[in-house]
Structures are given as C-alpha cells and as structure tokens.
C-alpha cells in the first residue's frame, strides 16, 4: 500500500495508461482482478479546449473503478492547464496525470509526451502550472530519456518533484527505443533514490516474479504494467497475490478467459454502442485467445466480425472445440 498526495492505493500493482486501450470497459475489468489503481489513456488538452465530442467521452469514469488517474497530454502550457482544471471541475478522477512519454510522432510534432523529456526546464514550468491550477493530486508519467545520448531521468524526476508533482511512473525505455529493446531498471533505481516522492516503476514486467524483481531491485512504491495486461487481466490478479503471500497462482484455463472476455465485450458495447465496440475488440479478442493451443483460426476470424452475437459465437466455438480436443469439462 502507498499513497499518492491524499489518495490510499491498497496494493502496489498499478495498471498502465494505454492508448486506444485504457477506457472504462478496460480498467473496470482489470480493477475487478485486484488492480490497486487504474490509469485512463491519455487524453488530449486540444480536444478538451476544443470540447471535441470523442474526446468528451474518453472522460467518462465508473465508479467502480476508483482510484482513477486521468492522464492529459498537450505542448502548450496554457492548454495544458485549462484542460487539467475541466478535468478536475468535470470528473471525478482521483489523480491527474501528465504524459511525458508517448514516443508517437503525432504527439511529439505537437510538443507533447516524451518531447519534453529534452527539458527539465519544461517539466518543471509544465508541471508547476497544472498543480496550481488544481486541488487533486498531480503525477507525471514519463521515460528515462529521448535517446542514449540524452537520459536526464533523474533531472526531469526532481524538477517533477520539485514544481509540486505527488508522484511519477517513469518507462525504462527511452523515446527512440519505443517498445523495443530492454528496458533499464538500474535508471529506475536512480530515479527512486534521487526523489522522495512515490515512484512507479514500468517496463519488462511480462510475470508476476517480474514485478517482484522490479520493486526488490529499483526500491520502486508501486509497479505499473501495461501490455503484460492486455487480454490477461489474470497477470493483475496473481501479481497482486505473489507480492501479498509469495503465492504464484495457476494460469486461467481457456473457457475463464473466454468468459472475461465476454464480459469486457459487453462492457465496451455499452460504453460505445455495438459497431464501434466490436471492431475495438478484434485487438482485446485476440489477445485473450493469445497462447491457446488451435487458436489461429479464431483469431483470423474474430478480425472480420463486426456484430456482438458474431464475435461471442467464434470465441464460445472455439473454447467449445477446445475442451472436446482437450477432454476437459466446462467448469
């Protein structure tokens, strides 16, 4: 347990913001599977200015899901400002977070996610004006560095610090590595022990003993995990676990994981109607039949549904003929 400015997170498990991802129907599902605190995707301070319809809607927040963090992101700090105050004014998220990682070209040609990680200047001045804006915990999110020539972890972590920031998670990786590579958990470790706020340490946690060898090895409060989630938001559940009782719990058998994903299918459609929906969660579909034995043919066909009773037939067809070639009974 750890607390970000007057916000308790029971557990140091922390699931990532991801973009196209993290939306309500996500982070309801993954909070029901013991996730200590949940991250919106990152949100764009243009269209809230602009009050763009699609952008209004990412704000939605259940309940349920609470603590919430809810990231922003913007090069301007004027923008950046106004849309932390709306946000604040207008939702009932727990945390704002600012993004200062997204490695994307869209929103580095702004100004915006891991372009500041070239200024601590910038992160400071940036950060300075949204937490006197706001009442609510302000956290940043951001990488070790732009590129290996240019890693001012530690910098940007204090100049965070020192404008007000009530916690960063900070990626392992650095903006020109994107997703590829490895991550660097002796940089984390220097984050941690250079700032006195709570640290999130994020990259290369694929396993519940990952997590575990993060937080032993950075002296990270909180561990935050982004893909090892995606369609499997039994990682959340049994890393909560191990860390609590050393307990390393079974992997869910196929028909569990159909179900889940079922769940999150209906989520979504209510969230965004049954046409978005259901092309939204060709990703999520594939992912929850990831590592199934005899699951190519599904995964080809969930990519062309387009309907709910479509894609609920191709996932319950397949766990069907699963346990018939397995001779395991449906529980």
């Not at 319809?53 to 400002?81: A, C, H, N, R, W």
């Not at 996610?113 to 601590?120: E, H, I, Q, S, T």
């Not at 400071?124 to 940043?140: C, E, F, G, S």
């Not at 990682?235 to 992997?251: A, S």
């Amino acid at each position: 347990m750890f607390q970000i400015g007057d916000v308790e997170i029971k557990n140091r498990v922390v699931v990532a913001p991801m973009a196209g991802i993290s939306n309500s129907a996500f982070r309801l599902t993954v909070k029901e599977f013991g996730a200590g605190l949940v991250c919106c995707e990152m949100i764009s301070g243009k269209g809230i200015e602009y009050r763009n319809q699609k952008t209004i809607d990412m704000l939605y927040i259940d309940e349920k899901e609470k603590p919430l963090s809810l990231q922003i992101f913007g090069g301007e700090k004027e923008t950046l400002v106004e849309a932390a105050k709306f946000v604040a004014e207008n939702t009932t998220a727990d945390i704002i977070d600012i993004n200062m990682g997204c490695p994307v070209n869209k929103i580095i040609k702004c100004e915006a996610g891991a372009k500041w990680l070239l200024d601590p200047n910038k992160v400071h001045d940036m950060v300075k004006a949204v937490v006197a804006a706001i009442d609510k915990p302000v956290t940043v999110k951001m990488r070790i560095g732009w590129d290996d020539e240019h890693v001012f972890a530690v910098e940007n972590a204090l100049a965070a610090e020192s404008a007000g920031a009530a916690a960063i998670a900070m990626h392992g990786r650095t903006r020109v590595q994107m997703y590829e590579g490895v991550a660097n958990w002796d940089i984390l470790r220097d984050v941690k022990k250079a700032i006195k706020i709570p640290f999130m340490g994020n990259g290369d946690v694929k396993t519940p003993e990952d997590a575990k060898r993060m937080l032993e090895e950075t002296g990270a409060d909180g561990v935050m995990i982004g893909r090892a989630a995606l369609g499997n938001p039994w990682m959340i559940y049994r890393t909560v676990k191990y860390l609590e009782t050393g307990e390393l719990m079974p992997e869910p058998e196929p028909r569990e994981k159909i179900e889940t994903a079922l769940l999150h299918l209906n989520r979504l459609i209510e969230l965004k109607g049954e046409n978005i929906a259901v092309r939204e969660f060709r990703q999520h579909a594939a992912y929850y039949l990831k590592g199934a034995r005899g699951s190519t043919r599904a995964k080809v066909a969930v990519n062309q549904a387009t309907e709910k009773q479509e894609m609920e037939k191709i996932l319950l067809d397949f766990v069907n003929q699963y346990e018939e070639k397995n001779l395991i009974k449906p529980s």
